[in-house]
T-cell receptor, first 114, second 111 residues
């Protein structure tokens, strides 16, 4: 069966510090991968979308970046965090040619920037 | 533009029935999803509609009308554990799995 992992689970970082969040998927190959941010009281905002290694599209302008160095690894990074980067970061995967191509979410990382 | 609207909050009583509505205006349509999200946790998949009509899964049902840009999630025999946020999401294109999410409806079930 497929599983998706994210770490760390929680993170408190000062403004201006770097960020690296990792997401890995097991039990499937060539998944579509997604990074979302969920700010308090707001919906899920799609940040990045990847259909393959080194194939990443950015959905909104921001000071974050994403990389996919391996098929089942998706990394979210920042060189200098802003206060507005606080939120709940969710990684998700989906597989084409399934019944409904639903997205499966990881457990999330709660980031607080102080 | 792309827009998905849901009520922000709803309350209901244990054992009752509740209907959560979702309206959407998107440039394309290739399916509508409902997800459940408990506080501090990841969303989990509940239902998928791509054709008009009702899809039933146990206590949960979801309805879609593409001509009206409208869906609802129906929860029957409410239980305390159903207290959660319910997210409506639309896949707006045939050649991508990307979803557009609404802000979610926070449902509180009281005894």
């Amino acid at each position: 069966s497929q599983t998706i992992h994210q770490w760390p689970a929680t993170l408190v970082q000062p403004v201006g510090s770097p960020l690296s969040l990792e997401c890995t998927v097991e039990g499937t190959s060539n998944p579509n991968l997604y990074w979302y941010r969920q700010a308090a009281g707001r919906g899920l905002q799609l940040l990045f979308y990847s259909i393959g290694i080194d194939q990443i599209s950015s959905e909104v302008p921001q000071n974050l970046s994403a990389s996919r160095p391996q098929d089942r690894q998706f990394i979210l990074s920042s060189k200098k965090l802003l206060l507005s980067d606080s939120g709940f970061y969710l990684c998700a995967w989906s597989k084409e040619n399934t019944e409904n191509n639903e997205q499966f979410f990881g457990p999330g990382t709660r980031l607080t920037v102080l | 533009g792309q827009n998905i609207d849901q009520p922000t909050e709803m309350t209901a009583t244990e054992g009752a029935i509740v209907q959560i509505n979702c309206t959407y205006q998107t440039s394309g349509f290739n399916g509508l999803f409902w997800y459940q999200q408990h506080a501090g946790e990841a969303p989990t998949f509940l239902s998928y509609n791509v054709l008009d009509g009702l899809e039933e899964k146990g206590r949960f049902s979801s309805f879609l009308s593409r001509s009206k840009g409208y869906s609802y999630l129906l929860l029957k025999e409410l239980q305390m554990k159903d207290s959660a946020s319910y997210l409506c999401a639309v896949r707006g294109s045939y050649n991508t799995d990307k979803l557009i999410f609404g802000t979610g409806t926070r449902l509180q079930v009281f005894p």
